[in-house]
């Protein structure tokens, strides 16, 4: 079984039954990813190395400068195993072990599938306590044009939009490294259908939640995945790409879960007051 789950991670089924049929259950896993896909495209994968003691050390790498964390079912025959479910897999691991398949007989068997969610959702626990940094130049003017669970297109999210002309600077709301960048979009427009057009830049911080500052300008990111950045620093432009009907700034922090990140509420800190940001505050 091979197919993509929606934040692009690959959900493979591997099958090992008896140690001859290991070639041919490799062939019949190349032969499919040959339709196009292939695990180098993957930020992370999982394999298997054969220990001198005859056991398997089951292993991953990831390619990104964000965690993994990996749900893995089992199904086993004649072998010990941990039966752990969930594993994290760091940024940038090589060669990363996860677990040992231990045979008990001549005859055993195991198979495995796995699903790779963004980030650890194991560990992950965001800070409340954070303020967050309006994320513009201070003195820069703007207004709050949508807020939490806005009918626009937040529903069921907390994110704010604020609204900003085309090329302003958008800062770091908090320090972090930036993991993933997509600036080649040059359009957008009013329609959801719109909404995998927008240009954004991702901050991965200390606490593992991540925050995303989308529609910037076409090639508008100043910042690469991997790059440290400080609170304030002046990452990106702002724009109109994606779904979107005026130049604004999305913002939102996200946690990492099933479904690609859970947004959660932030407070920001604007001069000496920590607010809670909700449509119509005037930003200054
Ligand atoms: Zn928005």
């Known amino acids: 079984m091979l197919r993509f789950?929606?934040?692009?991670?690959?959900?493979?089924?591997?099958?090992f039954l008896y140690r001859f049929a290991y070639m041919i259950v490799q062939l019949i896993l190349m032969l499919m990813l040959g339709w196009g896909v292939t695990t180098s495209d993957l930020p992370v994968s999982v394999?298997?190395?054969?220990?001198?003691?005859?056991?398997?050390?089951?292993?991953?790498?990831?390619?990104?400068?964000?965690?993994?964390?990996?749900e893995?079912?089992?199904?086993?025959?004649?072998?010990?195993?941990?039966?752990?479910?969930?594993?994290?897999v760091p940024a940038l691991a090589k060669d990363y072990?996860?677990?040992?398949?231990?045979?008990?007989?001549?005859?055993?068997?195991y198979s495995y599938h796995f699903t790779c969610i963004p980030g650890d959702i194991v560990g992950t626990k965001h800070n409340d306590s954070y303020t967050y940094a309006i994320?513009?130049?201070?003195?820069?003017?703007?207004?709050?044009?949508?807020?939490y669970n806005g009918s626009y297109s937040h529903n069921g999210i907390k994110a704010i939009d604020f609204v900003a002309p085309q090329g302003t600077p958008v800062c770091a709301a908090r320090e972090g490294i930036v993991v993933e960048v997509v600036q080649h979009n040059k359009s957008?427009?009013?329609?959801?259908?719109?909404?995998?057009?927008?240009?954004?830049?991702?901050?991965?911080?200390?606490?593992?939640?991540?925050?995303?500052?989308?529609?910037?300008?076409?090639?508008?990111?100043?910042?690469?995945?991997?790059?440290?950045?400080?609170?304030?620093q002046v990452i990106a432009k702002s724009g109109n790409t994606g779904?979107?009907?005026?130049?604004?700034?999305?913002?939102?922090?996200?946690?990492?879960?099933?479904?690609?990140?859970?947004?959660?509420?932030?407070?920001f800190q604007m001069g000496n007051q920590l607010l809670a940001l909700q449509k119509g505050d005037e930003i200054d």
Not at 78 to 84: E, G, I, L
């Open 97 to 109: 072990a996860l677990t040992v398949i231990k045979p008990t007989a001549k005859a055993y068997s």
């Open 243 to 267: 779904w979107t009907t005026n130049p604004h700034l999305h913002f939102e922090v996200l946690i990492p879960d099933y479904k690609g990140g859970k947004s959660i509420p932030t407070k």
């Open 72 to 88: 893995i079912n089992w199904s086993v025959r004649n072998v010990a195993t941990p039966q752990a479910k969930f594993f994290v």
């Open 47 to 70: 394999y298997e190395v054969k220990l001198p003691d005859g056991s398997i050390e089951i292993r991953s790498q990831n390619k990104e400068f964000r965690p993994y964390t990996l």
């Open 135 to 147: 994320p513009f130049k201070p003195g820069f003017k703007s207004k709050v044009s949508q807020g």
């Open 5 to 15: 789950t929606l934040n692009g991670c690959l959900k493979i089924t591997s099958f």
């Open 188 to 232: 957008g427009c009013a329609s959801s259908k719109c909404m995998r057009l927008a240009n954004f830049v991702k901050i991965l911080h200390d606490d593992g939640s991540e925050a995303l500052y989308s529609h910037l300008q076409y090639r508008g990111s100043l910042v690469s995945p991997g790059e440290k950045v400080t609170r304030g």
